[in-house]
């Protein structure tokens, strides 16, 4: 799809990637992998489950997610596309001046994409992003394939909220009743920048 969207929004209700604050945790809306499962699926090696559950992912807005992110406390947000995960929480960490924890065994995925990204099916951007979050990425244990994952160049990603807590949880409980599948991903604390696998 080949789009652009304008419209207008009040400037008292500008939600910026600038305002997180230490203590917030980190929510994310859509599940990871469009960009491995869109490579393994031009190279043939792709189940169809996986390219359909891309596809209906892909095709999946961020309208809901966005309003019912707009009835919680929310301190900042982006959208993940095509700087991956690490590249656009790298935005928001530096923005706010504070550092983030990943929790790798929290991160949802769609389901087939770590088998083919093991497989070796990683797009160019992807492999663009892994060279480009060296710099400010501590990935810990994880594997080579694991940190393909975590900077997979997105297509029509999910939306990265920062927000205490107490308010996370509701807001997860909230997109849940609603259909989406959200999951708490990590916690921010003080720092420069920097992002941390554990």
């Known amino acids: 799809f080949g789009m652009v969207v304008s419209g207008l929004v009040h400037p008292g209700k500008v939600l910026s990637n600038a305002g997180a604050k230490k203590g917030d945790v980190l929510v ?11 490579t393994a699926a031009k190279r ?7 390219v359909k559950s891309a596809i209906r992912i892909m095709l ?7 309003e019912l992110m707009n009835n919680r406390k929310v301190n900042a947000c982006t959208d993940i596309t095509g700087f ?24 949802p995925f769609i389901e087939g994409v ?10 160019g951007g992807t492999i663009a992003n892994t060279d480009f979050a060296a710099s400010f ?11 393909y994952l975590v900077c997979d160049a997105q297509t029509s990603g999910g939306l990265l ?6 308010e996370a949880d509701l807001l997860l409980n909230d997109m849940t ?3 989406i599948t959200a999951a708490i991903i990590g916690k921010l604390e003080p720092g420069e920048g920097k992002i941390r696998f554990v």
Do not use: C, Y
């Open 60 to 66: 999946m807005l961020n309208k809901t997610a966005a």
């Open 114 to 123: 770590q088998s083919l990204a093991a497989a070796g099916a990683i797009p």
């Open 84 to 107: 991956g995960l690490t590249g656009h929480l790298h935005e928001l960490t530096t923005a706010s001046g504070l550092d983030a924890e990943i929790w790798f065994d929290q991160l």
């Open 28 to 38: 994310l809306t859509k599940p990871l992998g469009t960009g491995i499962i869109a």
């Open 177 to 179: 009743t609603r259909g």
């Open 137 to 147: 990425t501590d990935f810990g244990s994880l594997s080579q394939s694991e940190i």
């Open 44 to 50: 043939g090696i792709a189940d169809e489950a996986s």
């Open 161 to 166: 909220v920062s927000l205490p807590p107490d």
